[in-house]
């Protein structure tokens, strides 16, 4: 009788372990070895994506924390719905850059909890300006393009994303006022 509560104890462990061990590779991300576009309004763009490690992958230091900022366009007056819609397309499309382009820099905000903060600007031009600023300190950015199917014109620069060292990205956009 106790060999038999013996077998029986080993076999539901087992069991129990073989069906953990089943949760864990299911809940793994995929990440796809080529980009792949998420949405007409962020694929606008017609540069060609290149496949260079960016600058930032050289910089990451595993000391400092990393955020990411989501500088909105103010002047545009759209929506909250909108607003939340364009900064999950900058999310995103910085996101699927750097898996391809700089992991480590990817890895480290991943391991900060992938602070974001999300800030506002008054113009096209404040944003291409801060993008010029954010290249020259070697942090990505992506600018997210509207397609114009719902509330404002076609092909409207609507949000940026930047990320890296907090410090650097506050230099950056340290100065703009919370949305």
Not at 103 to 109: E, G, I, Q
Not at 136 to 160: C, E, F, N
Request: hydrophobic share 40%; with cysteine; glycine share 6%.
């Amino acid at each position: 009788m106790m060999d038999l509560m013996c077998l029986t104890a080993l076999l539901l462990g087992a069991a129990i372990g073989y069906y953990i061990s089943t949760l864990r590779q299911a809940r793994r991300i995929f990440v796809p070895s080529k980009p792949v576009a998420i949405n007409a309004e962020s694929s606008g763009n017609k540069k060609t994506k290149s496949k260079e490690p960016l600058e930032i992958e050289k910089l990451t230091d595993f000391r400092k924390k990393f955020k990411m900022v989501l500088v909105v366009r103010n002047d545009l007056k759209m929506g909250k719905g909108k607003i939340a819609a364009q900064c999950s397309h900058a999310t995103l499309g910085l996101y699927q850059k750097l898996v391809q382009r700089a992991p480590k820099a990817l890895n480290r905000w991943e391991y900060c909890a992938q602070p974001k903060v999300v800030v506002k600007i008054e113009s096209e031009e404040e944003m291409l300006v801060l993008q010029a600023r954010a290249k020259s300190l070697k942090l990505p950015t992506h600018i997210t393009i509207d397609a114009g199917k719902t509330q404002i014109a076609p092909d409207s620069r609507t949000v940026m994303a930047i990320l890296g060292p907090v410090d650097v990205v506050d230099d950056v956009t340290g100065g703009l006022k919370l949305m």
